[in-house]
Nanobody, 125 residues
């Protein structure tokens, strides 16, 4: 079993930055792709970003491309990060860390079998 724990969420003003982290425990996810989804109030959960098992390949939603950077450190218990810049109120959501048993990233929720509990990101105008 794999446990994913997010941290780094909070309240930030428009234009600000946040860095989300996701620590893993239990079974190693070193060979798994990881990623982030988010869900805003009243909206469906959506893909944000994903990274391959070795960090060599990344994928981003169009809404965050150029503003966010996903990375991972397989030497630090497969911790992954999401650096978010130039935040706007539209980025307000609960952000979920995810992991799949595949090596390449994917944009579909069904591809991910492990989910964290989520961390709240609120961007004030």
């Amino acid at each position: 079993q794999v446990q994913l724990v997010e941290s780094g969420g909070g309240l930030v003003q428009t234009g600000g930055s946040l860095r989300l982290s996701c620590a893993t425990s239990g079974r190693t996810v070193g060979n798994y792709a990881m990623g982030w989804f988010r869900q805003a109030p009243g909206k469906e959960r959506e893909f944000v970003a994903a990274v391959s098992w070795n960090g060599g390949s990344t994928d981003y939603a169009d809404s965050v491309k150029g503003r966010c950077i996903i990375s991972r450190d397989n030497n630090a218990r497969n911790t992954q990060y999401l650096q978010m810049n130039s935040l706007t109120p539209e980025d307000t959501a609960v952000y979920y860390c995810v992991a799949t048993n595949r090596v390449i990233p994917a944009q579909t929720m069904g591809s991910y079998i492990y989910w964290g509990q989520g961390t709240q990101v609120t961007v004030s105008s």
